[in-house]
T-cell receptor, first 112, second 113 residues
Framework: DTAVSQTPKYLVTQMGNDKSIKCEQN?????MYWYKQDSKKFLKIMFSYNNKELIINETVPNRFSPKSPDKAHLNLHINSLELGDSAVYFCASSQLAGDEQYFGPGTRLTVT | GNSVTQMEGPVTLSEEAFLTINCTYT??????LFWYVQYPGEGLQLLLKATKADDKGSNKGFEATYRKETTSFHLEKGSVQVSDSAVYFC????????????FGTGTSLTVIP
């Protein structure tokens, strides 16, 4: 079974649209994360959630909103997509904040 | 503040060559240090880690030693294989910043037969 899964794997959409990326982990971890990886492979943390509480919120636009319906899921919702949002988005989880993180396979978002 | 600096790539090596990817860090307090690997089309995977000074992390023939005096955590492998082609990320976990992870910019390695 896949430990951390994301859907969709690829997402192509137009500017101005709203989209969501889903993430699920079956590891029983308490903390989940979202990262953005740009075309140069630079990895930047966007959010992390611990027991449904946001514990890190880097300076990302408020068009991005994480939603956690339960401990095993952390979805990323993006409003009014812009060209600069094109990137690969990775979900990750860890048992506790600061523990080893397990990454999902990534979602490649392309905004046209 | 906390940050990680990696040598810029891309790095291209012949099979069985010796690999070194440099990583230095800046941190307040005593961080834990990690190397993650990202194979093409996949997410990051933990390769090895070290949690205190002079610790050596090792896995799959890769090694890195936590050097507090030089604030470094260089990744080494004695004989690389084509299957080692990937992007390698150095990272630190800041103990005094809510255990937040800081990743380097990644170093792309290509091993040619």
């Amino acid at each position: 079974d896949t430990a951390v899964s994301q859907t969709p794997k690829y997402l192509v959409t137009q500017m101005g649209n709203d989209k969501s990326i889903k993430c699920e982990q079956n590891l029983g971890h308490d903390t989940m994360y979202w990262y953005k990886q740009d075309s140069k492979k630079f990895l930047k943390i966007m959010f992390s959630y611990n027991n449904k509480e946001l514990i890190i919120n880097e300076t990302v636009p408020n068009r991005f909103s994480p939603k956690s319906p339960d401990k095993a899921h952390l979805n990323l919702h993006i409003n009014s997509l812009e060209l600069g949002d094109s990137a690969v988005y990775f979900c990750a989880s860890s048992q506790l904040a600061g523990d080893e993180q397990y990454f999902g396979p990534g979602t490649r978002l392309t905004v046209t | 503040g906390n940050s990680v600096t990696q040598m810029e790539g891309p790095v291209t090596l012949s099979e069985e060559a010796f690999l070194t990817i440099n990583c230095t860090y800046t941190a307040t307090g005593y961080p834990s240090l990690f190397w993650y690997v990202q194979y093409p089309g996949e997410g990051l995977q933990l390769l090895l880690k070290a949690t205190k000074a002079d610790d050596k992390g090792s896995n799959k023939g890769f090694e890195a030693t936590y050097r507090k005096e030089t604030t470094s955590f260089h990744l080494e492998k004695g004989s690389v294989q084509v299957s080692d082609s990937a992007v390698y990320f150095c990272a630190l976990r800041g103990r005094d910043t809510g255990n937040q992870f800081y990743f380097g910019t990644g170093t792309s390695l290509t091993v040619i037969p």
